[in-house]
């Protein structure tokens, strides 16, 4: 296994350190998702570090570091059991510093020792699962699943088509999900949590318990509880029985779990799925030499994972880090058949030497790469709509002075935002611009631990008279219907020839819509100060 190194690494030379237990997640001052966790030195002095959220499939509790390297020679501390719960919801959620000293001391700092814990009573003998490590068991096998976890919407953006008929699932992940991810195994883990009612209200219900709590504790300011961070809470469904196999220390009756290596006893809505995903082709052989090039030197699987690096580029083609697994066992594991509409042609013709190499830059160096959220271009992330015409940024003329707004915006709040660009309907004579270019119109989704607005600004570039919009859906409405509603906006806007339908803006009793106008004598301060304004209301 390849070794991972984690940067920056406070202790000192040689020393070795363990992994004791998580803290609460909480954002940064970029509202990135970020996780404390707390190390054990030798002399029992406790520290507790910041990591990037996006680490913690790779992070389990007892694991022993050097030089922020994983000791992959001494074992973890705890042993192996094999438990059976009657069901999720039989558990009671305490805090860790109701769990005996002598399963974990966690020194008496409240940030660690006030973390959830699920208790399940088993016979004379009492569970005892920390939150977090149940969350990460049964959800997150990725960074990716990782952050869509703590986003609005997060599963449904990962998600192209789902339709399930007479068992049989029709599943396709969309374009977000890089094509190192798109395997069987995620399809099958991805559209079991999204198919089954019970499992997809736990996931929810992660993201929602620890936003509520967030506007509970600081109505007015919200962001001031998710910057100091937040236990984990979770919302358990009933199952049935469920077999887990974890690692854990005993003391007298009770169980503390370290690690869940295993669950069995899940059922899957679907009995077979079909599942497809952009980067799945059938390959053809062609005529046609194949090219082969020597290199001079191995190649370094080692990764360094440096917190430090900004704008996590998203990638088709991401590195796939190998986390730990821990297994699934469904009661009636369905098959998986990977549909492949696209053609791949091969040369199937005589190896052919080219100029030799190494075979890349700097291949014996271990390769640097990021656990950060991912964002397209290292910039702003994208919105995944399904069927709104995307197009590149570069194409958007007419809405330089908008992308500075946003930028602004991006500077002076917490906001999470994500914006895409898309074409305005073609018919009319509005659908072009006067230099020819094809009219476009942006649409910045804004996340606050409060709500979520949609802000759409139409292309200007001829300084055409139409307001901006800021669309405030209920929490409760999926993205699908809001693409929907934002499609039927722009195709009364071409109606009408480049102007808002009254009847459209007002048509929609869920759906808050406001308008804000443009002023000649905006500068871009004053308009994101204004924007700011509206959507913080």
Known sequence: MAAIEFRPWPFEVNEDVELLWFGSPYTDYKGDWRVRVGFRRISGEIRVLSHSWGRLPLLRIGQIYTNGVLNQVRPMSGSSYTVTIPALNNG??????????????????????????VQYAIGDITLCIPALELIRAMFINSRLLAYSLLQPHGLEQLIDNSHLNKNILHFHLGSRVPNTMATESNARHISWIYLDDRIKAMWDSVYHLLFSRAIAESPTNPTKVLRKGAPLDVTLPPTGPIEMIVRGDKFINMILVKEIMGFSGFTHPASKIEFFHHSKKRQESSFGDRRLRLTTQSKNDDMIINDDSENAKEDTNQDVLEAPPTFMKFINYPIVITLKKDVRRTNAGNDVLVSTGRGGKNSEEPKEVSVQDSIVGGDTPPIDFKTLEMVPITEAIGLEEFFKMISVLKEMTSYTIRMSVVRIPPGKRFSICPNGARRTCAIVQVTNPV???????????????????????????????????????????????????KYLLKRSKKLSIEKVKHYQNDTVSDWTFRIHDKIHQ
């Open 92 to 117: 009671k959620v305490v805090n860790g510093f109701q769990v005996p000293k002598r399963l974990i001391d966690f020194g008496k700092n409240p940030e660690l020792g006030t973390q959830k814990i």
């Open 451 to 501: 709500v979520t607005k949609y802000i759409l600004e139409v292309a200007r570039p001829d300084d055409w008279s139409v307001s901006t919009l800021i669309l405030q859906p209920p929490q409760d409405m999926s993205l699908k219907v809001i693409e929907s509603e934002i499609k039927l906006l722009l195709d009364g806007l071409l109606q009408k020839s480049g102007h808002w339908d």
